[in-house]
């Protein structure tokens, strides 16, 4: 009977069984330049915080996008950008692997840096309701 009782209890352990599992970070990005700082920690359970805020659902697509950068910009992690005299923007990026910064020119050479440029702006309109 002991034997039964400890199989349950661990098998609704790895379940979860209605405890709060919490989910990783996919990445931090931060963005710095004209204006105010924009900060955005985005979760692979869909949520994202916008500036330290209460977290909000990303739509379908924005999470998708989320998780494919999550995957490449791991690889980047090691990566030195410089900025030049056309840079704007800073972005700092927070991943599994570290932590990198990149200006915004930037994106011309690595396509993901581009990809998340527009997830930033995207993301910061809906679902964080900030013009970006």
Do not use: H
Request: proline share 5%; net charge negative; with cysteine.
């Amino acid at each position: 009977m002991r034997f039964w009782i400890a199989l349950v209890v661990a098998a609704a352990l790895l379940a979860g069984c209605g405890l709060e599992v919490q989910e990783a970070d996919l990445f931090l990005v931060t963005r710095t330049g004209p204006g105010p700082k924009l900060t955005l920690l985005v979760n692979s359970d869909g949520s994202i915080s916008c500036n330290g805020g209460k977290s909000k659902q990303l739509s379908d697509s924005l999470l998708i996008s989320a998780r494919d950068l999550a995957d490449s910009l791991d690889d980047d992690a090691n990566l030195r950008f410089r900025p030049n005299a056309r840079s704007v923007f800073t972005y700092t990026v927070k991943v599994p692997n570290g932590t990198f910064t990149f200006p915004d020119t930037a994106g011309s050479a690595r396509k993901e840096l581009a990809q998340l440029e527009l997830f930033v702006v995207q993301a910061a309109a809906d679902p964080c309701g900030i013009s970006a």
